[in-house]
């Protein structure tokens, strides 16, 4: 073999790695590895992550050094989780318990500051910037637990919530500590440091909380089509806020952070754009930010003395010690059991995220030393394995107690559920199958079904060629946010009796259709395709007219009728309301009479809902006009309707899509026939057709005002 070949492999592969080619391939190679390896031994992946990055950095295997491109993926790997530590922040949760967050944020704050301060000034010795930096890293805490009483069912528990909450407290007020701390080190803490450190932070906050959100709206609402640029302008906003903070005398990290906060109710969590956000971070940013964070870590300084091992052992014992103080406080002022202390222990003790946002930023300004830098990884490696031991064990013992969420809706409709879509229009696709994401019950383990149904004529086969290939094109979308859908084509005589087929077959607890075109003369004699369609099915069925982006709506009007609690669907549809609201970060206001305000009103509570809803008292429903006099332009309008025969029906019901359409032709708008007890033996076997064709009150009243007008006019 030619040498000079040789000579090249050998070049190639010297240490440390010169190719940014091969050193992305290793990155790769690592962040795919690391966790499928670690995870056998219940390591916590971040753990992983940065041991590896100690492994191949330079001052063990030296196959990789710190350069130009790591430090930009690590910058951006550290903006990234500040951004997502903000924008996975429940702030409907936190502004309901927000006092009781408040109390559990500045205890869970100050206790680990208060001690952590002594035990690194007096008995570790470093210096004032030094002992507070260090010590407002212990009152960080990232919720790496939270997935564990996620599985247990008792995430609305009252402890789990205020932890939550008093997460957006401390890091803020860390963050904001964080920036006096670096002007302190550099000799700024004067009056004109605090003058203009207030006046940066009012308008930094101005731009961030009262200019970016009316221009993403605007940008989401303009752009609605090109889902790639919604990414872009995402990223462009995160790096514009953390540049914006870095001009403001203010960290970047705490930049991406308000970015986060700002776009929250922006972005819903089971949306695509919230999809790419997280699977893009998740499975690259972050991880080489987690890598290059080993990559600093010198392990030489444990073998020099034990200097190293004795800052790990006193910053662990003390973080888990002010954690525990906190914890404790907070079970004494709002009198919660033992259980509920361990709870909140187990969420807010583990350091991860922010702490090593806060370390790395003192590392770089040179405030801290490579001891605390050091012990920091053995804080997060023990504190995130204590964190999940004792959430887990707490969490047992608040179901054991009785405390689970309770769950009040129908099982049946809920834990079983299965939406089935019927796509007459692909014009109607995409947002149908939006609101599909958004409404569905994530636990259930049916995916929603897309059907296209097909006349049965001299073109069915070609037809039905050409109805999976656009099937298929809703699969593609679907990607986009990890949905999951069935796809079904059918041919059928009459396109409502296809719908009530499908329906059957796959055992259907939903029907999401597009709001029907304007009805021909022949359709208003025989009978319309959606008054076919509620005839012959049971099930709870939405109809939606989606113009207007999520993003464009500012609050949701829910018009219940009276009597609409007594309907078997009611608990569906109101969960399928509440789960719409929450995931939009949108108002709820409730229109009805008292004795639906009081059924609404008890089941939102025992569903410990965070969303924010109110009620308006209407009792003119012979006259559903009035009822315009509450809804806005920016409003997402839901109106509940009912069967013919059903319990809340009412004769005024009558052509409700067509004179609903009209009055609230400017607004978003989702029609609900709540599902209805299975009809008698008698009408499950009268003939399909004739279901179908009847003609239908509101055909006898149209032909009446016909037959009138035509008097009229002899």
């Given at each position: 073999?030619?040498?000079?070949?040789?000579?090249?492999?050998?070049?190639?592969?010297?240490?440390?790695?010169?190719?940014?080619?091969?050193?992305?391939?290793?990155?790769?190679?690592?962040?795919?590895?690391?966790?499928?390896?670690?995870?056998?031994?219940?390591?916590?992946?971040?753990?992983?992550?940065?041991?590896?990055?100690?492994?191949?950095?330079?001052?063990?295997?030296?196959?990789?050094?710190?350069?130009?491109?790591?430090?930009?993926?690590?910058?951006?790997?550290?903006?990234?989780?500040?951004?997502?530590?903000?924008?996975?922040?429940?702030?409907?949760?936190?502004?309901?318990?927000?006092?009781?967050?408040?109390?559990?944020?500045?205890?869970?704050?100050?206790?680990?500051?208060?001690?952590?301060?002594?035990?690194?000034?007096?008995?570790?010795?470093?210096?004032?910037?030094?002992?507070?930096?260090?010590?407002?890293?212990?009152?960080?805490?990232?919720?790496?637990?939270?997935?564990?009483?996620?599985?247990?069912?008792?995430?609305?528990?009252?402890?789990?919530?205020?932890?939550?909450?008093?997460?957006?407290?401390?890091?803020?007020?860390?963050?904001?500590?964080?920036?006096?701390?670096?002007?302190?080190?550099?000799?700024?803490?004067?009056?004109?440091?605090?003058?203009?450190?207030?006046?940066?932070?009012?308008?930094?906050?101005?731009?961030?909380?009262?200019?970016?959100?009316?221009?993403?709206?605007?940008?989401?609402?303009?752009?609605?089509?090109?889902?790639?640029?919604?990414?872009?302008?995402?990223?462009?906003?995160?790096?514009?806020?953390?540049?914006?903070?870095?001009?403001?005398?203010?960290?970047?990290?705490?930049?991406?952070?308000?970015?986060?906060?700002?776009?929250?109710?922006?972005?819903?969590?089971?949306?695509?754009?919230?999809?790419?956000?997280?699977?893009?971070?998740?499975?690259?940013?972050?991880?080489?930010?987690?890598?290059?964070?080993?990559?600093?870590?010198?392990?030489?300084?444990?073998?020099?003395?034990?200097?190293?091992?004795?800052?790990?052992?006193?910053?662990?014992?003390?973080?888990?010690?002010?954690?525990?103080?906190?914890?404790?406080?907070?079970?004494?002022?709002?009198?919660?059991?033992?259980?509920?202390?361990?709870?909140?222990?187990?969420?807010?003790?583990a350091h991860a995220a922010a702490t090593l946002a806060v370390i790395m930023v003192g590392y770089q300004y040179e405030?801290?030393?490579?001891?605390?830098?050091?012990?920091?990884?053995?804080?997060?490696?023990?504190?995130?394995?204590?964190?999940?031991?004792?959430?887990?064990?707490?969490?047992?013992?608040?179901?054991?107690?009785?405390?689970?969420?309770?769950?009040?809706?129908?099982?049946?409709?809920?834990?079983?559920?299965?939406?089935?879509?019927?796509?007459?229009?692909?014009?109607?696709?995409?947002?149908?199958?939006?609101?599909?994401?958004?409404?569905?019950?994530?636990?259930?383990?049916?995916?929603?079904?897309?059907?296209?149904?097909?006349?049965?004529?001299?073109?069915?086969?070609?037809?039905?060629?050409?109805a999976r290939k656009n099937l298929d094109s809703i699969v593609k979308y679907a990607s986009g946010s990890e949905t999951?859908?069935?796809?079904?084509?059918?041919?059928?005589?009459?396109?409502?009796?296809?719908?009530?087929?499908?329906?059957?077959?796959?055992?259907?607890?939903?029907?999401?259709?597009?709001?029907?075109?304007?009805?021909?003369?022949?359709?208003?004699?025989?009978?319309?395709?959606?008054?076919?369609?509620?005839?012959?099915?049971?099930?709870?069925?939405?109809?939606?007219?989606?113009?207007?982006?999520?993003?464009?709506?500012?609050?949701?009007?829910?018009?219940?009728?009276?009597?609409?609690?007594?309907?078997?669907?009611?608990?569906?549809?109101?969960?399928?309301?509440?789960?719409?609201?929450?995931?939009?970060?949108?108002?709820?206001?409730?229109?009805?009479?008292?004795?639906?305000?009081?059924?609404?009103?008890?089941?939102?509570?025992?569903?410990?809902?965070?969303?924010?809803?109110?009620?308006?008292?209407?009792?003119?429903?012979?006259?559903?006009?009035?009822?315009?006099?509450?809804?806005?332009?920016?409003?997402?309008?839901?109106?509940?309707?009912?069967?013919?025969?059903?319990?809340?029906?009412?004769?005024?019901?009558?052509?409700?899509?067509?004179?609903?359409?009209?009055?609230?032709?400017?607004?978003?708008?989702?029609?609900?026939?709540?599902?209805?007890?299975?009809?008698?033996?008698?009408?499950?076997?009268?003939?399909?057709?004739?279901?179908?064709?009847?003609?239908?009150?509101?055909?006898?009243?149209?032909?009446?005002?016909?037959?009138?007008?035509?008097?009229?006019?002899?």
């Amino acid at each position: 073999m030619d040498k000079g070949f040789i000579e090249h492999i050998k070049h190639a592969f010297e240490t440390p790695f010169t190719s940014s080619v091969l050193i992305f391939a290793l990155i790769l190679f690592i962040i795919l590895l690391s966790p499928i390896l670690l995870r056998k031994i219940r390591i916590p992946g971040i753990i992983g992550l940065i041991l590896s990055g100690v492994l191949i950095g330079p001052h063990a295997l030296n196959i990789l050094e710190r350069n130009s491109a790591v430090d930009l993926f690590s910058t951006i790997g550290l903006l990234y989780i500040m951004f997502i530590a903000g924008l996975e922040l429940d702030l409907n949760e936190f502004r309901k318990t927000r006092h009781k967050s408040g109390t559990f944020g500045f205890y869970t704050f100050i206790i680990p500051a208060l001690i952590g301060y002594p035990v690194c000034y007096y008995i570790l010795g470093y210096d004032i910037s030094a002992s507070i930096m260090i010590s407002s890293m212990f009152a960080t805490h990232t919720l790496v637990s939270y997935p564990v009483v996620n599985s247990y069912g008792i995430t609305k528990n009252e402890a789990v919530a205020i932890t939550v909450g008093g997460t957006i407290l401390t890091d803020t007020a860390v963050l904001i500590a964080l920036a006096v701390i670096i002007g302190s080190s550099q000799g700024q803490l004067d009056q004109q440091f605090w003058l203009r450190l207030c006046l940066s932070f009012a308008v930094f906050l101005l731009i961030m909380f009262g200019v970016i959100p009316r221009i993403a709206k605007w940008f989401f609402q303009k752009v609605e089509g090109e889902r790639t640029s919604h990414y872009i302008f995402v990223l462009f906003v995160v790096f514009f806020a953390a540049f914006l903070a870095e001009v403001c005398s203010l960290e970047p990290i705490i930049g991406a952070f308000m970015a986060g906060l700002a776009l929250n109710k922006l972005i819903p969590h089971s949306s695509a754009l919230m999809n790419r956000i997280e699977f893009i971070g998740n499975s690259l940013f972050i991880p080489f930010f987690l890598i290059s964070v080993g990559m600093v870590v010198d392990i030489n300084v444990v073998f020099n003395g034990p200097a190293t091992l004795y800052v790990a052992g006193a910053l662990t014992i003390t973080a888990l010690a002010g954690k525990y103080i906190a914890a404790w406080l907070t079970r004494v002022t709002f009198n919660y059991t033992n259980a509920q202390q361990q709870l909140i222990f187990g969420l807010s003790s583990a350091h991860a995220a922010a702490t090593l946002a806060v370390i790395m930023v003192g590392y770089q300004y040179e405030i801290i030393d490579e001891n605390v830098l050091n012990g920091t990884i053995v804080v997060i490696l023990v504190t995130c394995v204590v964190a999940t031991l004792v959430t887990e064990g707490a969490s047992k013992k608040v179901v054991l107690a009785g405390s689970q969420d309770e769950i009040i809706e129908e099982p049946n409709q809920l834990a079983d559920e299965h939406i089935l879509i019927p796509i007459a229009n692909l014009n109607n696709m995409e947002p149908l199958l939006d609101m599909a994401t958004l409404i569905r019950n994530k636990k259930s383990p049916h995916q929603p079904t897309i059907l296209s149904v097909v006349p049965n004529n001299e073109m069915a086969e070609a037809n039905l060629k050409t109805a999976r290939k656009n099937l298929d094109s809703i699969v593609k979308y679907a990607s986009g946010s990890e949905t999951e859908v069935n796809i079904m084509a059918t041919i059928d005589y009459n396109i409502a009796g296809g719908i009530s087929r499908a329906s059957r077959e796959i055992l259907a607890t939903c029907i999401l259709i597009g709001w029907p075109s304007k009805a021909s003369i022949i359709e208003k004699l025989v009978g319309e395709k959606t008054e076919s369609i509620l005839n012959l099915t049971d099930v709870s069925l939405f109809m939606c007219r989606l113009e207007k982006p999520f993003v464009s709506q500012k609050r949701i009007i829910l018009l219940v009728p009276p009597m609409a609690e007594a309907e078997k669907g009611f608990h569906y549809w109101l969960n399928k309301v509440s789960r719409l609201t929450q995931e939009l970060s949108l108002p709820l206001l409730c229109v009805c009479n008292s004795r639906s305000q009081s059924a609404i009103d008890q089941y939102l509570l025992k569903s410990k809902t965070s969303i924010n809803f109110q009620f308006e008292l209407y009792k003119e429903w012979d006259s559903l006009q009035g009822l315009s006099e509450y809804v806005k332009p920016d409003d997402f309008v839901v109106f509940v309707s009912a069967r013919v025969g059903d319990v809340s029906y009412d004769h005024d019901f009558d052509g409700v899509p067509r004179r609903v359409g009209k009055v609230y032709e400017n607004n978003n708008l989702m029609l609900v026939f709540p599902s209805r007890r299975k009809k008698s033996m008698i009408v499950d076997l009268t003939d399909i057709h004739q279901i179908s064709y009847s003609p239908s009150r509101e055909t006898v009243g149209y032909l009446g005002r016909k037959f009138g007008d035509i008097l009229k006019k002899e």
